[in-house]
């Protein structure tokens, strides 16, 4: 399972973290994503991260002001929002992919799925 927070509201420019923890074992080929939902959209591919290389995806609109992590001690999976934007309010999810073994932007390759978290942002 996987249980997502941090949200909350912030100002344009201003930042916030999201956490995701998971409470059963995350495998070495498994990559953990954060994706979001804005009201009326579709869901979009955010950031993920490979359990065991550690390589990082972003989507491009948040390539230079978002970061994932991660802490294999703490199975859990960060995401620093900074300079935030409008166009950043969402709901916001973590998921894992367990099958593929390869990067995938298409949620609906994803496995399991937190309960989302919601992030708003002031002007």
């Known amino acids: 399972q996987l249980q997502a927070s941090g949200g909350g509201l912030a100002q344009t420019g201003g930042s916030l973290r999201l956490s995701c923890t998971a409470s059963g074992t995350i495998y070495s080929n498994d990559f953990i994503g954060w994706f979001r939902q804005a009201s009326g959209k579709e869901r979009e591919f955010v950031a993920a991260i490979n359990w065991r290389s550690n390589r990082k995806y972003y989507a491009d609109s948040v390539k230079v002001r978002f970061t994932i992590s991660r802490d294999a001690a703490m199975n859990t999976i960060d995401l620093q929002m900074n300079s935030l934007e409008s166009g950043d309010a969402a709901l916001y999810y973590c998921?894992?992919?367990?099958?593929?073994?390869?990067?995938?932007?298409?949620?609906?390759?994803?496995?399991?799925w937190g309960q989302g978290t919601q992030v708003t942002v002031s002007s």
């Open positions: 998921a894992i992919e367990t099958h593929n073994h390869y990067f995938t932007k298409d949620p609906n390759e994803y496995d399991y």
